[in-house]
């Protein structure tokens, strides 16, 4: 008994520790992959005095941090870690030969906050200006951040690509784009969908295929984006679960081949799939694995995107990161047959959460994983995300306005 009694306790605090390794603030986990210019850098606050790099940087609303770096260096990133959360906005000014030039003017909140200059800036020292009642720092960084290749997906509505609503620099810049329309399949495998909505998609890829030659990037992979629906004359449940394991796991190869037709007849790259209520399982992975194998196997070449959002109904930063541990554990093949996992990120603490993927995944699963940014973030936004992205090794995706898979329900 006193055994059992140990071994409860200890399992408590490996569960706590856990929990709170889960949750930890702030980490800036660019340090482990390049140099921080202002590790030695003279920290000097608005006062004139200086501040001692082991204690913690704080001030009222307004206050500046300078940083002299010695000798002129060339950066384009800044990153503040926060104690408080406090921190609204953000002036970074770089100092050259005696002129002081802004470099950065953005309102920025969050844990880790950082701010991509978008361009590199030769400077001897760095001042900062910090708006926020009462801010706390407990970190800051410097980093002159490589170019380096990045992944992006746009996922776009059917009918806003007939509409005309398009941007032509995010269609010439993306690798591969997601169409998202009521195309779906039924418990039985077969590839469902209302004529309407086959029209649409029809019409949505042909002139999509027009503008991604228009703007150069004829090579760039579409993808067509599948999701369950409750077929009333076929389906007996309208449990979303279930349909995907009755087509996935019973009826495969009805799915595949349905599948395959279509990609041969619009020239399709790959295939797009829906399964936020599906990795968490460990058996809904072993069936879905499977299915994806089969695909493989069927035609090498065919790409499988999956979407999943991991912040409904729970905090963005715990359930991103528990997720991401369970997919990319060893033992479940997901990722080994997933051509690219693009999760979707709701949370304030993006930078957060982005922190925590990269924390748990393989290096040799980075390269597949994407994260959605809304449009509705907003261009600056995307664009300091994205390069935030870039530098963890993973890539970004753009979602217009996604189709949730509870409202593709058939007439």
Not at 7 to 33: H, N, P, S, T, Y
Not at 85 to 112: L, Q
Not at 139 to 156: E, R
Not at 292 to 298: L, Q, R
Request: glycine share 8%.
């Amino acid at each position: 008994m006193k055994k059992l009694g140990v071994f409860i306790i200890a399992a408590i605090v490996l569960l706590v520790a856990c929990l709170f390794g889960c949750v930890r603030r702030g980490d800036d986990i660019l340090a482990d992959k390049y140099e921080n210019i202002a590790a030695d850098a003279g920290y000097v606050d608005s006062n004139g005095h200086t501040i001692k790099k082991s204690a913690a940087m704080s001030g009222e609303d307004g206050d500046v941090i300078t940083l002299d770096l010695g000798v002129a260096r060339t950066f384009n990133s800044v990153v503040l870690l926060q104690r408080t959360d406090t921190v609204s906005h953000i002036t970074i000014e770089a100092v050259k030969d005696g002129e002081t030039t802004v470099i950065y003017d953005r309102d920025k909140s969050g844990s880790m906050i950082f701010c991509d200059i978008a361009r590199n800036v030769w400077a001897e020292s760095v001042r900062i200006c910090v708006g926020g009642d009462k801010w706390t720092l407990s970190g800051l960084s410097i980093y002159d951040l490589p170019a380096s290749v990045s992944y992006d997906t746009l996922m776009l509505e059917a009918k806003d690509i007939i509409a005309g609503q398009l941007d032509d620099y995010a269609l010439s810049s993306a690798d591969s784009i997601i169409v998202v329309s009521d195309l779906g399949y039924n418990s039985y495998g077969n590839l469902y969908s209302r004529e309407r909505a086959t029209e649409e998609f029809i019409s949505a890829v042909e002139i999509l295929k027009d503008r991604l030659e228009a703007v150069d990037n004829a090579d760039a992979d579409i993808i067509v984006q599948l999701n369950p629906v409750y077929d009333p004359e076929i389906d007996k449940t309208d449990d979303i679960k279930r349909l995907r394991y009755q087509a996935m796991c019973k009826f495969p190869y009805a799915l595949i081949n349905g599948m395959m037709a279509l990609a041969r007849e619009r020239g399709l790259a790959g295939v797009s799939f829906d399964l936020t209520d599906g990795l968490d399982e460990a058996s809904s992975q072993l069936y879905i694995s499977t299915f994806f194998s089969y695909i493989k196997m069927e035609n090498p070449r065919f790409k499988i995107f999956v979407t999943a959002d991991y912040t409904r109904g729970l905090p963005g930063a715990i359930k991103l990161g528990t997720v991401a541990s369970q997919i990319f554990r060893q033992g479940y093949s997901v990722p080994e047959c997933a051509d690219r996992i693009l999760f979707k990120s709701c949370s304030d603490d993006f930078y957060e959460d982005i922190g925590k993927i990269s924390e748990v995944c393989k290096e040799e699963y980075r390269n597949k994983i994407s994260i959605i940014s809304d449009m509705r973030d907003g261009g600056q936004e995307i664009a300091e995300r994205r390069s935030y992205l870039t530098a963890c090794g993973l890539g970004s995706a753009v979602d217009t306005a996604p189709v949730h898979i509870e409202e593709i329900i058939p007439e």
